[in-house]
């Protein structure tokens, strides 16, 4: 069964970073892309980055690129979201997620795995 835990999440000042990490277990992933969505209050659930286990390809969400990384530890088994540069209004639950597929894709339903989400504060 897939496992995917989230931790990283914090409090912090708009223009700070954080660096969320998101373990994962239960099956070889080299066939899946590892993805990070957000979702704030009242709203609904958005694509940030993703990643394609094997190889290099990512996406990002036009409002993040250039301030957040998104990457992975093959000996850990883990994805990581590295988020510099922080705005208020990027407060939000943050979700690890993963899907079957090696097409890289920002649909919420594509994906087949989540995690609990780890929440993120940015304050002004």
């Known amino acids: 069964q897939v496992q995917l835990v989230e931790s990283g999440g914090g409090l912090v000042q708009a223009g700070g970073s954080l660096r969320l990490s998101c373990a994962a277990s239960?099956?070889?992933?080299?066939?899946?892309?590892m993805g990070w969505f957000c979702q704030a209050p009242g709203k609904e659930r958005e694509f940030v980055a993703a990643?394609?286990?094997?190889?290099?390809?990512?996406l990002y969400a036009d409002s993040v690129k250039g301030r957040f990384t998104i990457s992975r530890d093959y000996a850990k088994n883990t994805v990581y979201l590295q988020m510099n540069s922080l705005k208020p209004e990027e407060t939000a639950v943050y979700y690890c997620?993963?899907?079957?597929?090696?097409?890289?894709?920002?649909?919420?339903?594509?994906?087949?795995?989540w995690g609990q989400g780890t929440q993120v504060t940015v304050s002004s």
């Open positions: 990643i394609r286990w094997s190889g290099s390809n990512t």
């Open positions: 239960g099956r070889t992933f080299s066939n899946y892309v």
């Open positions: 997620t993963a899907a079957r597929t090696m097409a890289i894709m920002t649909s919420v339903e594509k994906y087949d795995y």
